[in-house]
């Protein structure tokens, strides 16, 4: 006769607490998640304080309102564990603990994020949470922790690597247990392409290297080698059909902010909403330009963002000097984002009559000739013409224009 095992049986065998399967938080980051993180302006040097004054200026400037609700702590915000092994806060850098600092952001209608790595140390060397899985995530739940960054640094090296499957599957099961609804963010940077595997496990996936604070450029830092703005946006190529509601291609945190010329940071900031990427700024909050804000909080561009559908835009031209972005939206909407990657202003035309618009993958295509679609200037919010003539537009250096073509009643 067949043995039978019991459903708890099996669980407890299994190390699962529960009957039900183990599996990452349900109905969150339905589109793309919108807040601020540490690391690309602060990198190590963070403290309680910042935190505070960051979240009081996103009130102040406009962000919290236009969206940006989760405020992430990166590396470095670590201490020690305690004689039992449960993770602390830097108590010199946070002296008031970390669930001081989730109430204050909780209170203020914003989100806590926090950031760990699957190896033994962070990649500024701090804890890291292999073999301590459950009690991180356990500790996160206590302090109200909504988002969690982990990273891939000092998880071993050739055949005695951890395979990222099970390690990013080991942290997600951890963060069940914990029962609190936790968006879970992988930081493997593309190298074992997560956008295969890690749908099932976490809400986003970087599928890059670090990004800096340069247009174009690749700067070495030994084994690696960060990317400016452009060389990570051509490394998005492929990867659009694994996006979708509550999985996101991750093309890394902002850098709008610290771009040396404000049309840079308008265009990047244009391609990671055509690229349905997580708006994460990285730039510091508190000595921000009006410039900045007006960019970071400019509701035309986020409604393209977090356009319900959220699918993943396209290039639909490309030359070595200019990208047109399309990306179907709700309504058979469409958000078309032209983009002078040049040094030199462009001028560029859309003869839509003649180039059809269309989603193959997606199997969207704009009816432009049996219908005309008028066309709203992203950025302005004013309605432009229709796609009854050709559009003609003037960029200035790396600027660009985005419009949504909207049908006609
Ligand atoms: C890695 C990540 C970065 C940042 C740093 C922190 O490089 O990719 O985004 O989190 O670690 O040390």
């Known amino acids: 006769m067949a043995a039978r095992v019991m459903p708890w049986l099996l669980a407890a065998a299994l190390g699962t607490s529960s009957v039900a399967a183990a599996q990452k938080a349900p109905d969150l980051a339905l589109t793309p998640p919108m807040g601020w993180n540490?690391?690309?302006?602060?990198?190590?040097?963070?403290?309680?304080?910042?935190?505070?004054?960051?979240?009081?200026?996103?009130?102040?400037?406009?962000?919290?309102?236009?969206?940006?609700?989760?405020?992430?702590?990166?590396?470095?915000?670590?201490?020690?564990?305690?004689?039992?092994?449960?993770?602390?806060?830097?108590?010199?850098?946070?002296?008031?603990?970390?669930?001081?600092?989730?109430?204050?952001?909780?209170?203020?209608?914003?989100?806590?994020?926090?950031?760990?790595?699957?190896?033994?140390?962070t990649c500024a060397g701090r804890a890291g949470s292999q073999g301590f899985e459950n009690q991180d995530a356990l500790q996160y739940a206590r302090w109200g922790v909504d988002y969690l960054k982990y990273d891939w640094c000092n998880t071993g090296t050739g055949p005695a690597q951890r395979n990222p499957r099970e390690a990013y599957a080991t942290m997600r099961d951890a963060l069940h247990r914990s029962g609190r609804p936790i968006v879970f963010s992988i930081c493997e940077w593309g190298d074992n392409k997560p956008w295969e595997w890690a749908g099932e496990i976490g809400h986003l996936w970087r599928t890059?290297?670090?990004?800096?604070?340069?247009?174009?450029?690749?700067?070495?830092?030994?084994?690696?080698?960060?990317?400016?703005?452009?060389d990570i946006v051509d490394k998005q190529a492929g990867l659009r059909r694994h996006a979708g509601p509550g999985r996101w291609n991750d093309p890394d945190m902002m850098e709008v902010g610290n771009l040396p010329e404000l049309a840079?940071?308008?265009?990047?900031?244009?391609?990671?909403?055509?690229?349905?990427?997580p708006l994460i700024a990285g730039t510091d909050v508190t000595g921000m330009s009006p410039q900045i804000a007006e960019v970071l909080t400019n509701p035309g561009i986020i409604a393209i963002n977090q356009d319900k559908l959220g699918l993943q835009g396209f290039t639909w031209f490309k030359s070595p000097e200019i990208d047109v972005w399309a990306r179907p939206l709700t309504g058979d909407r469409w958000a078309i984002a032209i983009v002078n990657r040049s040094a030199a202003a462009r001028a560029h035309t859309i003869d839509w009559g003649r180039e059809p618009l269309g989603d193959d993958l997606n199997q969207r295509f704009a009816k432009i000739g049996e219908r005309h679609y008028r066309l709203i200037d992203a950025w302005s919010g004013k309605a432009i013409g229709d796609t009854a003539q050709p559009l003609s537009v003037r960029l200035a250096p790396f600027d660009n224009a985005v419009f949504v073509l909207e049908p006609r009643p």
């Open 264 to 277: 840079q940071n308008r265009s990047h900031f244009a391609m990671w909403a055509m690229l349905a990427a």
């Open 38 to 121: 540490s690391w690309n302006h602060h990198g190590c040097d963070i403290d309680e304080q910042l935190i505070r004054e960051t979240a009081d200026a996103m009130i102040a400037n406009g962000m919290r309102d236009a969206g940006y609700v989760y405020v992430n702590l990166d590396d470095c915000w670590q201490g020690e564990r305690d004689k039992d092994g449960f993770i602390q806060p830097d108590p010199k850098r946070f002296p008031s603990g970390m669930k001081a600092l989730g109430d204050y952001l909780h209170q203020r209608g914003f989100k806590f994020g926090i950031y760990s790595d699957a190896g033994s140390k």
């Open 208 to 230: 890059t290297g670090d990004i800096t604070n340069c247009w174009s450029c690749r700067i070495g830092h030994g084994s690696w080698e960060s990317l400016g703005v452009l």
